[in-house]
């Protein structure tokens, strides 16, 4: 079992840039086998994908919406995840979640562990 934590939502105005972290924790010697993925969602709206990291680092996708300004990188020393969010937009107005997945996929049902999630508000 793996428990997820993000942190480092807020408020920010648009324009300006966030780094989520989801640090990793419970079995965390499987934490560099898991591609971990970031998502969200808006009130109202399903849960989508935004990026994912495969397990060595060396693969990354993107949504087509963040690309160019969100970049997903980890440290696996820290089992921690983080997504780096440049040029936000009030649509990128969410909750942001982290997840764990057994291979390196953008679907959201073949996530295995997810976070709680953490509030990203971008004022206009």
């Known amino acids: 079992q793996v428990q997820l934590v993000e942190s480092g939502g807020r408020l920010v105005q648009a324009g300006g840039s966030l780094r989520l972290s989801c640090a990793a924790s419970?079995?965390?010697?499987?934490?560099?086998?898991?591609?971990m993925g970031w998502f969200r969602q808006a009130p109202g709206k399903e849960r989508e994908f935004v990026a994912a990291?495969?397990?060595?680092?060396?693969?990354?996708r993107y949504a087509d919406f963040v690309k160019g300004r969100f970049t997903v990188h980890r440290d696996n020393a820290k089992n921690t995840a983080y997504l780096q969010m440049n040029s936000l937009k009030p649509e990128d107005t969410a909750v942001y979640y982290c997840?764990?997945?057994?291979?390196?996929?953008?679907?959201?049902?073949?996530?295995?562990?997810w976070g709680q999630g953490t509030q990203v508000t971008v004022s206009s």
């Open positions: 997840a764990a997945a057994s291979s390196f996929t953008g679907v959201r049902e073949e996530y295995n562990y």
């Open positions: 419970g079995r965390t010697n499987s934490f560099t086998t898991y591609t």
């Open positions: 990291i495969i397990w060595s680092g060396d693969y990354t």
